[in-house]
């Protein structure tokens, strides 16, 4: 029997097959899965703000792309994947509401998309697919069986990624 | 940077942002009667500090479609505010606003028409105002308003954008759910208030808090 396990904002989990990860409903959020294709192990965070150091509150790690990435990699690592071997497929950061102002704390999904992706750069993971931008919410689905991730949003195609 | 926590609000305050929500919601629901001429009652609104992978599941879940009316709040107090509700429940407003059978309340697929969707924004901007009015008035601050952005998506992707704001003052967001309806049809509504760390204490401090 192969079970769904479901990450909520601001918060991780660790997959390994016949189990299958997700987290619904991302929209200015970035869902980040790693994945260490040869013992088949994935993670998937659910991260909401680009950048730590800029938050005062900042005990809950998941909450950020930079530490959101690194306690993810260390859960992994836990569970026998291995750092140099992680691939990435990211998802997310849609501008929700067509603002006409371009206030900074409307661009927040485009900046969650950007720090994500230097992070994942500075630690060498590369990106093999992504699902950014725009501005609609997504749900996805990662499978470590296949290395698949499904992207599902409201009266679009499903995406196979 | 602001030392707030709303994790460690204390009872009084909650008591005052829920008589905030009282207030706010009951006058929201009077515009709402008299814009459809028919008796429209409310429900005592709940206020809930919770958890940010908590809130999807009190709006009926991450993937529920609902519209997201937002707008942007100036003035003596920054920061945002949204009324959310789901489309179902946002059609059956439709239609009785505009008299007539528009659009299928059962039906996932069907999709507002630019009629439609103007309604849409003229009753957000009516419960909004009257939310918003109340709130201006009780705390004597002065509160602009932006034009209303509508969105249309999943529950959990339009809660994204209020989450996040509160994603940087805490790991908590205040919810305001509101029931309201006529005897027939209940319809169930959610403020999200957001002012700015600042204007929050600004919001306490002008209630003599």
Known sequence: MNNLIKVGMADANVCKPPDVITTLGLGSCVGIVLYDP????????????????????????????DTGIDMLIEEMSRLGASKRKLVAKIAGGAQMFAFNNNLEMMRIGDRNVEATKEKLKKLGIPILAEDTGENYGRTIEFDPETGLMTVKSFGRDLKIL | MSDLDLSKINNMQYDVLRE?????????????????????????????????????NVVGGEERIVVGILFTLGGDIEGMMMFMMDKAASMHLVNILLGKIEYSESDEQSEFSEMGLSALNEIGNIISGAYLSSLSTLTNLTITSSIPYMAIDMAGAILSVPAIEFGKIGDKALLIETEFGDKDNYVNGYFILIPTPDSYKAILKSLGL
């Not at chain 1, 040869?38 to 950020?64: E, Q, R």
């Not at chain 2, 429209?40 to 609104?45: L, T």
Request: proline share 3%; net charge positive; aromatic share 4%.
């Open chain 1, 38 to 65: 040869s013992v088949k192990i994935a993670g998937l965070v659910h991260i909401m703000l680009p950048d730590s150091t800029k938050i005062l509150n900042n005990s809950n790690k998941y909450k950020f792309a």
């Open chain 2, 20 to 56: 905030i929500g009282n207030i706010g919601a009951g006058n929201a629901t009077t515009a709402l009667s008299q814009m459809i001429n028919a008796k429209v009652s409310m429900n005592v609104p709940k206020v809930e500090l919770l958890e940010f992978k908590e809130i999807s």
